[in-house]
């Protein structure tokens, strides 16, 4: 368990920063009781495999199993509440910006609860699986929360279409101004927080690099190790929902 002191550290380098810069991943929402992607127990993938469910081409190929899974998991995001690490973070941000400090939370997370939560200045990198978009004229909107009757989904906007969840699915772009949003961040970005992502994605694994060639100070929160465990300058070896909170008792004081 990290000591008290070195979470002071972090909280006075918060309060003294120019730019704090949050990035978050599944791990953050697990305790809301939603699966994260890779890790010991639980994880989606283990469960199913990525490649079927989360490309294009198994969207073309079976678009009956692809929608179907993230309808599930969207039912799944509806019933989920934020937890102790989003709500945190919503605090992190209220107080750092209240002092002058530049605040921004890039989330891998496509389940909005950081929205939910309070967070403001917050940017989806991957999407949101409550927005579905119209494969013809990729017009996109939010569903009722009630389960889709038909899988693919029709799409409201053309007869000859059908919905996909607006997220971003493997060897697509991401959203152009959410990367310049987060190129922009991390440019003035002087203390970074890598919380529940097991960094192996890009471009987000990358942030930290770009922190720690700067000189910045870097901040992991993970019960697991992952590739940039050794390179940060504190790796929080705990939840982030009881991680965080303990960071925004320093941080009040
Ligand atoms: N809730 C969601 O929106 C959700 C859920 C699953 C996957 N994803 C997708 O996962 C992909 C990126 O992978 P990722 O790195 O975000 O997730 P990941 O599944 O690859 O890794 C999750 C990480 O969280 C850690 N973790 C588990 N419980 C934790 C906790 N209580 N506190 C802190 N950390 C914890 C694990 O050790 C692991 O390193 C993205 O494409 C994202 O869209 C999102």
Same mark, same amino acid.
């Given at each position: 368990?990290?000591r008290?002191?070195?979470?002071?550290?972090?909280?006075d380098?918060c309060?003294t920063?120019?730019?704090?810069?949050?990035?978050?991943?599944a791990?953050?929402?697990?305790?809301?009781?939603?699966?994260?992607f890779?890790?010991?127990?639980?994880?989606?993938?283990?469960?199913?495999?990525?490649?079927?469910?989360?490309?294009p081409?198994?969207?073309e190929?079976?678009?009956?199993?692809?929608?179907r899974?993230?309808?599930w998991?969207?039912?799944?995001?509806?019933?989920?509440?934020?937890n102790?690490?989003?709500?945190?973070?919503v605090?992190?941000? $209220?107080?750092v910006t %209240?002092?002058?400090?530049?605040?921004?939370? &890039?989330?891998?997370? +496509?389940? @909005?609860?950081?929205?939910? =939560?309070?967070?403001?200045n917050v940017y989806?990198l991957?999407?949101?699986?409550?927005e579905?978009?119209?494969?013809?004229?990729g017009?996109s909107?939010?569903?009722?929360?009630?389960p889709?009757?038909?899988?693919?989904?029709?799409?409201?906007?053309?007869p000859?279409? $059908?919905?996909?969840? %607006?997220?971003?699915w493997?060897?697509?772009p &991401?959203?152009?101004? +959410?990367? @310049?949003v987060?190129?922009? =961040?991390?440019?003035?970005?002087?203390?970074?927080?890598?919380?529940?992502?097991?960094?192996?994605?890009?471009?987000?694994?990358?942030f930290?690099?770009?922190?720690?060639?700067?000189?910045g100070?870097?901040?992991?929160?993970?019960p697991?190790e992952t590739?940039?465990s050794?390179?940060?300058?504190?790796?929080?070896?705990?939840?982030s929902?009881?991680?965080?909170?303990?960071?925004i008792a320093?941080?009040?004081?």
């Amino acid at each position: 368990m990290m000591r008290e002191s070195t979470i002071q550290t972090i909280a006075d380098a918060c309060l003294t920063a120019r730019h704090v810069v949050v990035v978050t991943g599944a791990g953050l929402s697990a305790e809301s009781g939603l699966s994260t992607f890779r890790g010991p127990r639980e994880a989606l993938w283990s469960r199913y495999d990525p490649m079927r469910l989360a490309t294009p081409e198994a969207f073309e190929q079976d678009p009956a199993l692809v929608t179907r899974w993230y309808d599930w998991r969207r039912q799944a995001g509806l019933q989920a509440r934020p937890n102790a690490g989003h709500l945190a973070l919503v605090c992190l941000e $209220r107080i750092v910006t %209240a002092s002058g400090v530049g605040f921004t939370l &890039l989330t891998q997370n +496509v389940d @909005r609860l950081h929205h939910r =939560a309070g967070s403001v200045n917050v940017y989806e990198l991957h999407g949101s699986i409550h927005e579905w978009r119209c494969t013809v004229t990729g017009q996109s909107f939010e569903p009722p929360p009630q389960p889709f009757q038909e899988f693919p989904p029709r799409s409201p906007f053309d007869p000859r279409g $059908r919905l996909r969840p %607006a997220v971003v699915w493997f060897g697509e772009p &991401l959203p152009a101004e +959410v990367l @310049r949003v987060a190129a922009e =961040a991390m440019e003035s970005c002087d203390v970074f927080f890598s919380i529940g992502t097991s960094s192996v994605v890009y471009p987000a694994a990358g942030f930290a690099e770009q922190v720690i060639a700067r000189g910045g100070l870097t901040i992991e929160v993970n019960p697991n190790e992952t590739p940039i465990s050794g390179r940060v300058n504190h790796a929080a070896r705990e939840s982030s929902g009881s991680w965080l909170p303990r960071l925004i008792a320093h941080i009040s004081l």
